[in-house]
Structures are given as C-alpha cells and as structure tokens.
C-alpha cells in the first residue's frame, strides 16, 4: 500500500514534492476513510483543488456513481474501462485497495492511483500542502 508522502519527505530518487492533482477521486464506503476497493465502490467522492489566499485546499464537488467491475474476486474488462472513464477528468484516483488491472486503465487515461488506507481529510491535507 502506498503512502501519500508529505512536502517535506524525499523520495528515494530525490527531493521531489508530491503530485497535486487539480481534481482526484477517492474510493469510500464510509464517506469518511479512503476504505473501498477501487472495484468494488459504488461511489466515488470527487475533490477539486481551490486556492483562498495562498492555501491550497480540496473541497468536494460531487459523487459519481460507477460501474462495479469486480464480482467475487474477478473482473469484467469492459466494465473496467467504463470504469476508469468516468473518471478519465481526475488526474488521481486514491483507493483502499487497487489492482493492476485498474491501475493500467486508468494510467491508459493519464489518472494516477494509489492503494491507502487513511482518512479522507488527512490524505487531502497531506496533497494539498505545498
């Protein structure tokens, strides 16, 4: 599972900050926790980044319901792909849990995914930070 690095962390290949997309999609049964498989949610919470003065921060727009690709453990590829078009405009999808075959689709589109399990807010703070 992927962590959301903070500003101040360095990646391994250097000091790089962290992506910031303008628009991403988390993957949530609870609405609170980023808890769901990227496959088995049936809504995606869609944040957009707004800047108020010099603070970046991401405030949800809408929820999108998608198709549910996995069924017991296995997955329907033209599911998969409709899918990850909805979500073609979101340049990061972050998710409970993600399987390659997700993650292909959606990088197919140019989205980003990350498996993590944390609260929402805090993974918005974290990638809202400069």
Avoid: W
């Amino acid at each position: 599972m992927a962590e959301i690095p903070t500003p101040n962390e360095t990646n391994p290949k250097g000091n790089r900050r962290p992506y910031r997309p303008e628009r991403l999609a988390v993957a949530t049964d609870s609405r609170e926790n980023i808890d769901a498989c990227f496959g088995k949610t049936e809504t995606f919470l869609i944040y957009q980044l707004k800047t108020t003065g010099q603070t970046p921060a991401y405030e949800l727009v809408e929820a999108r319901k998608g198709p549910r690709p996995c069924q017991d453990g296995s997955h329907d590829q033209d599911v998969l792909e409709a899918s990850a078009e909805v979500l073609k405009d979101c340049g990061l999808v972050l998710a409970g849990r993600i399987g390659p075959a997700a993650v292909k689709v959606l990088a197919d589109r140019g989205v980003m995914s990350l498996a993590v399990r944390l609260p929402i807010e805090e993974a918005l703070s974290r990638l809202a930070k400069k």
